[in-house]
Structures are given as C-alpha cells and as structure tokens.
C-alpha cells in the first residue's frame, strides 16, 4: 500500500487516501495510471453526480455546470489518463515521492509499504 496524498500551492487537501501496489517498482506513467483509473472506478461506481480526481473531466463529460453534473455520467479512464499525462507534461502538477520530485513519466519509482506519492496541483500565475 503506498498513500496518495493531494495538495495545492495552498496545502493539503485534508484526506489522504491508499493505492495497493503489488510491484516494488513502476515507471512514474503507470502509477499515474493506476490512480486515475482507480478514482475513475471509484466514481463511476459510487453513481454520484460530482467528479474529484487529479484532472477533470472534459467540457462533455463535465456538462455545464462545473465539476458537479446534473445526473451521473461515467467517466472514461482512458481519457482521464491521456488528460492527467497531458497535464502533468504541461507542469499543471508535479508528483514528489517521499519528498523527492520525479521529473520523468518514464522514471522508475521504488515503491514499499508506506511510501507517500504527493500529486501537487501548481495554480498558473497570472499576469505578465
């Protein structure tokens, strides 16, 4: 089990949460795979309206109003995932684990009971 923690430029958000990993090591791609397509199942099962994951659906999949949709749509996790690599290529977030950033999707990650993957969501600045 390693734990999945969420944080912003603001800080933490207040729950962290676990992904069960069985290999000792993975491509930093992968483990962002297994968590997009764990929270994607996550939803679509739960049958509720609003979407929490480290990318957000697509206008389409969102519906007009936010991340909160008027009935329960299901997510696709390809999708999700194909977003989340885009976004994580684009410096939208950056994954640190146990404290040290890995730079590369490609990197190998070593991963043991107790590790903490941090996704930071970076706020774009604004201005010129």
């Known amino acids: ?4 923690v969420d944080e912003t430029t603001a800080g933490r958000e207040p ?3 676990h992904l069960e990993i ?3 090591r993975l491509p930093l791609r992968e483990v962002i795979r297994r968590r997009v397509f764990q929270e994607v199942a996550g939803h679509n099962a739960r049958r ?8 957000q659906p697509t206008e ?9 949709m008027d009935e ?3 997510v696709d996790p390809h999708r999700q995932y194909g977003r989340a690599v885009e976004a994580f290529g684009r410096n939208y977030f950056i994954v640190l684990v146990d ?9 190998q990650v070593e991963l043991r009971t107790g590790t903490e ?3 930071l969501r970076l706020v774009p600045l604004v201005g010129g």
């Open 1 to 4: 089990m390693v734990s999945i």
């Open 72 to 74: 329960h749509r299901q």
């Open 117 to 119: 993957i941090t996704f």
């Open 48 to 55: 509720l309206g609003e979407f929490r994951g480290l990318v």
């Open 99 to 107: 404290d040290r950033q890995v730079e590369d999707l490609d990197a």
């Open 15 to 17: 729950d962290a949460w």
């Open 22 to 24: 069985f290999e000792e």
């Open 60 to 68: 389409t999949e969102r519906g007009f109003n936010g991340t909160r």
